[in-house]
């Protein structure tokens, strides 16, 4: 039974990949912080009783910012697969924590990456690279050899762990991959990301306990897909002769306006009635559009999106409407729009 361990397994992707690798007869075991208050929401239905003969899903405490924490985790488990998918994932919060966010998406990657270093059975190591590091584009799409200008705190911090990525896999013969996704969405995305932070919206509108969401910039344009089939190809990404960084994207491109115009039409109401722009929500510096070349994964590891921007949006309002107690019956088709 192969092993793995998954940094960030709290998380959206962390969560699906769980459900992924268990699926496909894996162990795994998940790092989680420790919290006041309960953080294991996404992975709730998979948790057993470590105590268990069969179980083959387990959480141990841990921190990206703690090392010793990390090496005796590696040790203690011995996993064939690690994925790193921990970090302060917020592009706007890091302008608000810059040394926390550099501590766990750049420096966390490091120590992790030290730890493996130092191990003595193979360890195959998946790093959660953003297209955030594209930043102010320089060309359009963009692909695995387009040049970085990152834009944010988040995105410097990622560029480091790609780097180290690479200097570790060159200069010490790691098996260690860098993704480079693009935005990828679905239910279990955190609320205040835009996607999910328009389709709760609609809901509590709908439900009738809200009248407006509070918005920041609409022209932003980004390269949306759904979660589960991205974290299909960090999976694959670690199944390769030879480790490699593979650009994940849909290579369509939409506006937060059409998102929010989708979901508002979905449920049959007019946007512009309800959506206000409140500055808070601007970053002090912004990337205005991106959007992927996703070829080489076509190419090498079979990968290719299935799910279209406009199923995405549908599918995450449905989602948060049951969530709401609604029923999403009542969100308009195509046809009756
Ligand atoms: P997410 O939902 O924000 O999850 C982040 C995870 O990191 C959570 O489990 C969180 O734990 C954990 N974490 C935060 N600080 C930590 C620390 N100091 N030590 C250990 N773990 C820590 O992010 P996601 O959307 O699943 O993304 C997964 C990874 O892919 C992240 O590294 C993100 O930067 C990267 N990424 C995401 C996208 C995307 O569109 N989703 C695109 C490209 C790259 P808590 O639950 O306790 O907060
Ligand atoms: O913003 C604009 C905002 O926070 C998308 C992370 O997973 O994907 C994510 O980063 C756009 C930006 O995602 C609001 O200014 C407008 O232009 O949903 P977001 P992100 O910044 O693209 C990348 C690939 C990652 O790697 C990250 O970890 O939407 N926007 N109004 C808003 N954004 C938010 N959050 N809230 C608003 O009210």
């Excluded at 790092?31 to 948790?47: E, K, V, W």
């Excluded at 306990?209 to 918005?215: A, F, G, M, V």
């Excluded at 946007?271 to 500055?279: G, P, S």
Aim: glycine letters at 8%; proline letters at 5%; one cysteine or more.
């Amino acid at each position: 039974m192969t092993r793995a361990l998954v940094t960030g397994i709290t998380g959206q992707d962390g969560s699906y990949l769980a459900d992924l690798l268990l699926a496909k007869g894996y162990e795994v075991h998940g790092l989680i912080r420790r919290s006041s208050s309960f953080n294991t929401s996404r992975i709730d239905h998979l948790y057993q009783d470590p105590h268990e003969p069969d179980g083959r899903f387990f959480l141990h405490y841990s921190d990206l910012t703690d090392s010793s924490s990390l090496v005796t985790w590696l040790n203690r488990i011995r996993p064939e697969e690690v994925y790193n998918l921990g970090a302060q994932s917020h592009v706007g919060v890091s302008f608000e924590m810059p040394e926390f966010t550099a501590d766990t998406a750049g420096m966390g990657t490091l120590r992790l990456l030290e730890a493996i270093r130092h191990a003595e059975w193979p360890v195959r190591f998946y790093q959660a690279g953003s297209s955030e590091m594209f930043g102010k584009v320089v060309e359009s799409p963009q692909t695995e050899r387009t040049r970085f200008q990152p834009r944010s705190p988040y995105a410097v911090a990622k560029v480091f762990g790609h780097q180290m990525t690479i200097q570790y896999r060159e200069a010490y013969g790691l098996f260690a991959a860098n993704g480079i996704l693009f935005n990828h969405e679905s239910p279990r995305r955190g609320p205040t990301f835009v996607t999910r932070k328009i389709t709760r919206g609609v809901a509590a509108i709908l439900a009738g306990r809200e009248q407006k969401l509070y918005l920041g910039n609409l022209d932003a344009r980004r390269d949306w897909g759904y979660a589960p089939e991205y974290v299909e190809a960090m999976w694959r990404m670690l199944q390769q002769p030879e480790p490699d960084d593979f650009v994940i994207a849909t290579g369509e491109m939409h506006s937060v306006r059409e998102f929010v115009d989708d979901a508002f039409a979905l449920a049959g109401l007019d946007w512009q009635q309800h959506v206000e722009i409140d500055a808070r929500y601007f970053r002090p510096t912004e990337v205005d559009e991106l959007c992927g070349d996703a070829s080489k994964a076509r190419t090498m590891i079979g990968w290719e999106p299935k799910t279209t921007f406009h199923a995405l949006v549908r599918l995450m309002l449905e989602a948060d409407l049951r969530e709401a107690g609604l029923d999403p019956s009542r969100l308009l088709t195509a046809a009756t729009r």
